[in-house]
């Protein structure tokens, strides 16, 4: 469990009760779903949020809460692949919705936590890649600046910083804006077509449709299993040791995250792509790295996140589908929700209200992905699954596709390489595309 997790009640919320007919209905009640319906309330437009668990239980509760445009080395990447206009819209996208958090948190009075700091890239190795990512975002209208100089307590070969960044508790901020909110709560979606939406607890008929679901389950239209995989990464919590003022990620191969939070240390990283960590480990990674950096520090909670990563590691916010003009999807973070929620809710209730934001575009799900670049992930995407398929061994099959599933001892889960899906030790569903619980007779741990 979270350090999130463990220190808020959440307001509770009734399942769906039978069939109902709403304007919109959005499907996830985590930190997009929920921003998305608070906009769309911004703008006298009703929407109906449904929720497999309870709101916050999925990624929203397990984020290291970061609210920054600084996407690792994204803005120099940007620039080559899609050019300067498409760069500066993306970082305009991410700096406004720094700005609409701080906005939502002052005009509601909310007591979350929200501290402006800076958000610091960093490396042990070399430092021109950083030197490279200055230029960059500063040519994007981003204030960067680079220094060797920070408050980390072990050397390095340089650091970026981005300014007036921001930090918060994320289910203090989103119990706060939920109980505004319609929403039904441990009511699972099985189905959609159409303006149709099928739950285990009755039927939904709406004129708009979001998923916000974290990873969009429905196959086709859309196909985004063809073009995403999954990452999970893991989080210490760490007392009795020193704490920043500011946010740190490395960008090294080893690199680690860093924060405070409510008087401790976040220290994350040891990630991997879901399903490829048969042998464990990776709190050990970062004990033995807590141990060596802030010797001393005791541990106080440990726990995992799982993202969505496009194969060009843009978000895909926008039309599901152009055969499904009213449906929408935002998915595809790549461990950024946090300000990407914001981002998404923005773009989709503009979208709904007929005026969406002019960066929208950057986004979009019908961008071009079939491009020079993008081949070789969109062949290892494909790979991953006819490798999985094909095995004949013993192993639980996902319920998502029929991929051959590994043990992930650090979790007890068992997870899918080619969508990352996962599966408790008992079959029911942790993580989708999976909606629909795995047997597990035959595969006990």
Request: proline share 6%; glycine share 10%; hydrophobic share 40%.
């Amino acid at each position: 469990m979270s350090i999130w997790q463990g220190s808020v009640r959440l307001p509770v919320f009734p399942p769906l009760s039978g069939d109902v007919t709403v304007p919109v209905a959005i499907i996830g009640g985590g930190m997009a779903g929920l921003l998305t319906a608070h906009c769309l309330q911004e703008r006298g437009i009703d929407a109906l949020v449904l929720e497999a668990d309870t709101p916050g239980a999925g990624q929203t509760g397990r984020t290291t809460a970061k609210i920054t445009s600084q996407h690792h080395l994204r803005y120099a990447d940007l620039i080559d692949r899609l050019g300067m206009d498409a760069a500066a819209l993306y970082a305009r996208a991410n700096e406004e919705a720094i700005a609409a958090y701080a906005r939502m948190i002052e005009a509601g009075r909310i007591c979350c936590g929200f501290t402006r700091c800076d958000a610091y890239l960093y490396s042990s190795v070399e430092s021109g890649p950083l030197l490279r990512e200055e230029e960059a975002a500063r040519s994007v209208g981003i204030a960067a600046d680079f220094t060797r100089q920070t408050e980390l307590p072990f050397p390095i070969a340089g650091a970026l910083r981005f300014r007036e960044q921001a930090r918060f508790h994320p289910l203090k901020f989103l119990g706060a804006i939920a109980e505004n909110l319609n929403i039904r709560a441990h009511s699972r979606v099985m189905a959609v077509e159409d303006d149709c939406i099928h739950t285990d607890r009755g039927t939904v008929r709406a004129e708009h449709i979001v998923f916000a679901c974290h990873y969009p389950f429905i196959n086709a239209p859309g196909w985004y299993f063809t073009r995403m995989h999954q990452e999970r990464s893991y989080v210490l919590a760490l007392k009795n040791t020193w704490l920043p003022r500011h946010m740190y990620l490395g960008v090294d191969e080893d690199g680690l995250s860093l924060r405070a939070a409510e008087g401790m240390l976040l220290l994350g990283g040891a990630g991997h792509r879901t399903g490829e960590n048969t042998g464990g480990g990776r709190y050990d990674l970062l004990r033995d790295a807590a141990r060596t950096l802030v010797p001393g520090a005791q541990e106080v909670a440990c726990w995992s996140a799982q993202d969505c990563v496009t194969v060009d590691r843009l978000p895909c916010i926008g039309q599901y589908a152009p055969s499904q003009p009213r449906w929408y999807v935002a998915t595809g973070f790549a461990k950024w929700g946090m300000t990407t929620s914001m981002v998404a809710a923005r773009v989709l209730s503009g979208m709904i209200a007929g005026d969406p934001p002019d960066y929208a575009e950057v986004f979009s799900p019908q961008r071009p992905v079939l491009t020079g670049e993008n081949m070789k992930p969109l062949l290892n995407e494909a790979g991953h699954v006819l490798r999985s398929l094909v095995k004949a061994t013993p192993a639980p099959r996902c319920t998502h596709l029929g991929c051959e599933m590994t043990w992930n001892p650090d979790e007890g889960s068992w997870d899918c390489p080619c969508h990352g899906s996962r599966f408790a030790g008992d079959g029911a569903v942790l993580d989708g595309p999976a909606q629909t619980p795995v047997d597990l007779t035959d595969h006990q741990y």
